[in-house]
């Protein structure tokens, strides 16, 4: 089955320090979104991308995030300077919206830890 | 889209099947009903999506009222690997392709 795939799936750092976390959608897709994980927030969408360009980055702290697609293959996400209030999972999700409705497909998410 | 409204949790017994209601009163006519779930760990996986018509693959069925207010999604022989936090989500189909998640039901199936 194809996969979406998201690397590393483990992140531990220190405040300040550049966080990136990379996205390998399902070969086809032209919609790849991020997504963040808390205890408190639940499942929060941060961003989205069509055709590598970015329709909604709304939910994205826009002075310390930002999400980029150089290809099509990758699509990243960067914390800089991290906070120790980033600390959730990450995840990434591809799609190919049309008159189908195909759904979304679900990365197994970037566990990060900033301490 | 419209709000949707989950029980917070709910038990199952392994080998039965398991009932799981979504309530979406304010929903529209060209609104879908999708459910994913989340197993401990892992990324949400999507199950099933109808907007109309009930619907079955090879994971589960999906009930849709003739009103569309409401829905079940039916697991047929729940196994203790169906253990997850199930979502209910509704969402318009043509450019927007958000997903928002509610809390969901977090089902436990029981030996």
């Known amino acids: 089955d194809a996969r979406v795939t998201q690397t590393p799936r483990h992140k531990v750092t220190e405040m300040g320090q550049e966080v990136t976390m990379r996205c390998q959608p399902i070969?086809?897709?032209?919609?790849v979104f991020w997504y963040r994980q808390t205890m408190m927030q639940g499942l929060e969408l941060l961003a989205y991308f069509r055709n590598r360009a970015p329709l909604d980055d709304s939910g994205m702290p826009k002075d310390r995030f930002s999400a980029e697609m150089p290809d099509a293959t990758l699509a990243t996400l960067k914390i800089q300077p991290s906070e120790p209030r980033d600390s959730a999972v990450y995840f990434c999700a591809s799609g190919l919206p049309g008159p189908s409705n195909q759904p979304q497909h679900f990365g197994d998410g970037t566990r990060l830890s900033i301490l | 889209d419209a709000k949707t409204t989950q029980p917070p949790s709910m038990d199952c017994a392994e080998g039965r099947a398991a009932n799981l209601p979504c309530n979406h009163s304010t929903i529209s006519g060209n609104e879908y009903v999708y459910w994913y779930r989340q197993i401990h760990s892992q990324g949400p996986q999507y199950i099933i999506h109808?907007?109309?018509n009930n619907e079955t693959n090879e994971m589960a069925s999906l009930i849709i009222t003739e009103d569309r207010k409401s829905s079940t999604l039916i697991l047929p022989h729940a196994t203790l690997r169906d253990t997850a936090v199930y979502y209910c989500?509704?969402?318009?189909?043509?450019?927007?392709?958000?997903?928002?998640f509610g809390a969901g039901t977090t089902v436990t199936v029981r030996a």
């Open positions: 070969l086809g897709h032209n919609t």
């Open positions: 109808g907007l109309k």
């Open positions: 989500i509704v969402r318009v189909s043509a450019n927007d392709y958000k997903l928002s």
